[in-house]
Nanobody, 120 residues
């Protein structure tokens, strides 16, 4: 089964930027749609950005214009560039691929995630 390893989180001031990376353990990564999810303390895990195998992207309204998802198939990696960060972006960020049932169901086990904390 494919596995994902997230990295790039940290502590940043409001208005700052971070770039998250997600490395996949599969040689057929280019065929996978991928998404970035986040889970804040006491809240459910939600999808915030997704990218198809062809490169088309979608975002939830709360991150549109601030976050950019991209992929490098040669490196089996998906990225999330986060700009103009707000305290409400504080969460553990995860990547995953959708199951055949859709984006609400993960297609693989969750990785360890990467913590993003936005605070002054």
């Amino acid at each position: 089964q494919v596995r994902f390893v997230e990295s790039g989180g940290g502590l940043v001031q409001p208005g700052g930027s971070l770039r998250l990376s997600c490395a996949a353990s599969t040689s057929i990564f280019r065929f996978y749609a991928m998404g970035w999810y986040r889970q804040a303390p006491g809240k459910q895990r939600d999808l915030v950005a997704r990218i198809s195998s062809a490169g088309s992207t979608n975002y939830v309204d709360s991150v549109k214009g601030r976050f950019t998802i991209s992929r490098d198939n040669a490196k089996n990696t998906v990225y999330l560039q986060m700009n103009s960060l707000k305290p409400e972006d504080t969460a553990v960020y995860y990547c995953n691929t959708p199951s055949p049932a859709g984006w609400a169901s993960p297609g693989a086990d969750w990785g360890q995630g990467t913590q993003v904390t936005v605070s002054s």
